[in-house]
């Protein structure tokens, strides 16, 4: 089911469009439409002229996702370009993964209304599923051009940066992430994660270890993913940071750093134990699954070179 809130939480977003990521919650509908607010019932905003576009909310609000899917095409047969449809149609598709069908969404929309940046970023976020990060990133490159206050556009497009192994493009970006995160208020470890490794891959150790001792100071209190920073410090084994785990995306998220902190360690055939796992039996909804993936692919082309 659909739920809707009115603000950004650093994983609600990743959540829905991302891989409908579990970490928080789901994408904000406020975000996409730049409504005020939809809560237990529909606020004004959504009472358009079109009842099939009102109708279309209501069921999506209530969960009933193909209901709301045949509301707004509906809707559309009035006026193909009309926006709430559209994006009533991409949030959807991103919902139930469908990716393909999520990318061209997105991308009608921004062919209408090219300064449209969370459709950008919608874009950025199907193309990153579909493991087409050339399109992700022209995407959230878009979706930041501007410079929005918006520290999951920057995550995004450094999470884009990492699986195409740009590295230093890669941490200056979730720095900046972190930076958007803290104007808005808003905390978010995950990009401290990427400019970690980022610097392990090209080999600066002093200013990953910087990065770690920022991430220990400034992980959430006795929940997720503050056991990764744990990890990651020594302050925990990898069988005590299983045993945190209590969903489908955080035994990802754990099977994912356990292999990439091994593999820095030079242990290769563990590390490629627990990507392994991750690449194929990881939730899909989450960035580390397709960054696991990325990675696993990266090491086989490079095994069978000559």
Request: contains cysteine; glycine residues 6%; aromatic residues 10%.
């Amino acid at each position: 089911m659909f739920e809707f809130m009115l603000t950004i939480e650093s994983r609600s977003i990743r959540t829905m469009c991302l891989n409908l990521t579990k970490r928080l919650s789901v994408l904000s509908a406020s975000v996409l439409l730049g409504a005020t607010s939809l809560s237990a019932q529909l606020e004004p905003t959504y009472i358009s002229d079109n009842p099939f576009i009102t109708e279309g909310y209501v069921q999506l609000q209530a969960g009933n996702a193909e209901v709301a899917l045949e509301a707004f095409d509906k809707a559309l047969e009035t006026n193909a370009q009309e926006l709430s449809a559209l994006l009533g149609k991409a949030m959807i598709y991103a919902g139930q993964l469908n990716h393909e069908k999520a990318f061209h969404s997105y991308d009608t929309i921004i062919q209408q209304h090219p300064r449209h940046i969370d459709a950008w970023s919608g874009r950025g976020l199907a193309a990153f599923n579909l493991g087409d990060f050339d399109e992700a990133l022209t995407s959230f490159e878009q979706a930041t051009a501007d410079q929005p206050v918006n520290g999951f556009y920057y995550e995004s497009l450094a999470w884009t940066f990492m699986c195409r192994g740009e590295f230093d493009e890669a941490a200056a970006t979730a720095k900046t992430a972190t930076l958007m995160y803290g104007r808005k208020g808003e905390n978010s470890i995950y990009p401290l994660l990427i400019a970690y490794f980022s610097y392990l891959e090209i080999g600066d150790t002093q200013a990953a270890q910087r990065t770690l001792i920022y991430a220990q100071k400034n992980r959430p209190v006795n929940q997720w993913p503050a056991p990764i920073v744990d990890y990651l410090s020594g302050t925990i084994d990898q069988t005590s940071l299983i045993s945190y785990v209590m969903d489908s995306a955080q035994e990802t998220e754990a099977h994912t750093y356990i292999g990439l902190k091994l593999k820095h360690d030079e242990q290769f055939e563990a590390a490629q134990k627990h990507l392994n796992w991750v690449s194929h039996h990881g939730d899909p909804r989450v960035f580390e699954q397709t960054l696991a993936r990325t990675f696993q692919l990266r090491n086989n082309v490079a095994t069978l070179a000559p």
